[in-house]
């Protein structure tokens, strides 16, 4: 879990901090090389967290599905594997793109990229939250 929220938490900070210092095309050009993590961390690993974590509550007579944190965090899994996995993925593709098209410096892209960082803020924070009730376990 670690990996993956202190990835996004990274990536993302680099990612603004870059828009914000040095422009849309070099936002993109930071954008285009985060491809690999794609496939070595936000597909296996979240995989990997969901596996384990449900191995730990069957395995744990303490623990329960009913429970408030492991509920709160499968919602939480849930609700950013949509955004993530879905509308993120999606985005990436036409930012993608769009820097292959040389695209980078229009209102459109920036506009794209600006929304782009806004899900990718609210995917955080849902991490966390999510990493916070694995954590600390409330009501167990």
Known sequence: GAIWVGTAVHSLGVLQSTLKRHGQTAAAEFH??????????????PI????????MVVA????????????GALI???MTAILGGGV?????????AAHAEG????????TLMRRY?????????LL??????MTFKPGA
């Open 32 to 45: 285009a090389r985060l491809g690999w993590a794609d496939k070595a961390i936000y597909i296996p690993v």
């Open 48 to 55: 990997i967290v969901l596996a384990t974590g449900i191995g």
């Open 60 to 71: 744990n007579d303490a623990w329960r599905f009913s429970q408030f944190w492991v509920y």
């Open 76 to 78: 939480l899994y849930l």
């Open 88 to 96: 993120l993925t999606r985005m990436d593709k036409q930012l993608q």
């Open 103 to 110: 695209g980078t410096e229009t209102p459109e892209f920036g």
């Open 117 to 125: 960082v806004s899900l990718a803020s609210l995917d955080v924070a």
């Open 128 to 133: 966390t939250a999510f990493v916070i009730l």
